[in-house]
């Protein structure tokens, strides 16, 4: 919903922004809103690529938000998966959404209000990690998003184009917030 969908994206060179994410984040960052990404990277507990790749990726996408005046507060990611190949990983823990635990650490690291807080992501485990933590929920159609039958999704999330329209009726709906992506 920030960067083009890359399978298991595991190096920078992969790291290409969504048309209009930037300019969202950066509303976003102008009225002093926080934006905190969390994810699932399964990848390193599969041993598709080692843990140290995501501090790479996460560098070369803050370098992309950089060049657009934007910035995101914080990334938070999730290694595990309960059926991954590499041992110190392979298991289920409380961060991988839709577990709410990295949302729940933002909250306790950021001073956030998750109640005032929206989850926007492509996945139907980012409405639930949302829905989990007590955030309002919305689904957008690039990445993943194209794919879900909204009829699966819980009543309350919202469904949107991309990340802009997402900003934009969240900016329209509240004036007092916290968000994350």
């Given amino acids: 919903m920030i960067i083009e969908e890359v399978n298991y ?15 969202a984040i950066n509303t976003l960052n102008t009225l002093g809103i ?6 699932n990277q399964a990848g390193v507990a599969k041993g598709y690529f080692p843990i140290t790749q995501i501090p790479l990726v996460h560098a070369r996408l803050n370098q992309l938000l950089a060049q657009e005046n934007a ?13 991954g190949s590499v041992p110190e990983y392979s298991f289920k823990c409380k961060c991988r959404k839709p577990s709410p635990g990295m949302l729940l650490e933002a909250e306790k690291n950021h001073q956030l209000d998750l109640s005032a807080s929206w989850i926007i992501g ?4 980012d409405v639930e990690a949302g829905i989990n933590a007590g955030c309002k929920t919305i689904l ?21 184009t991309d990340l802009l329209e997402a900003v934009n009726l969240i900016l329209l709906s509240n004036s007092s917030l916290d968000c994350c992506a």
């Fill in 122 to 125: 492509d996945k139907a485990s």
């Fill in 9 to 23: 994206l595991s190096h920078p060179d992969q790291v290409k922004l969504i048309p209009g994410a930037a300019k």
């Fill in 71 to 83: 910035h995101v507060d914080a990334i938070y990611y999730c290694p595990h998966h309960p059926e």
């Fill in 140 to 160: 957008v159609k690039t990445g993943y998003g194209d794919n879900i039958n909204s009829e699966s999704l819980p009543p309350s999330t919202i469904i949107k």
């Fill in 34 to 39: 926080p934006v905190i990404i969390v994810s």
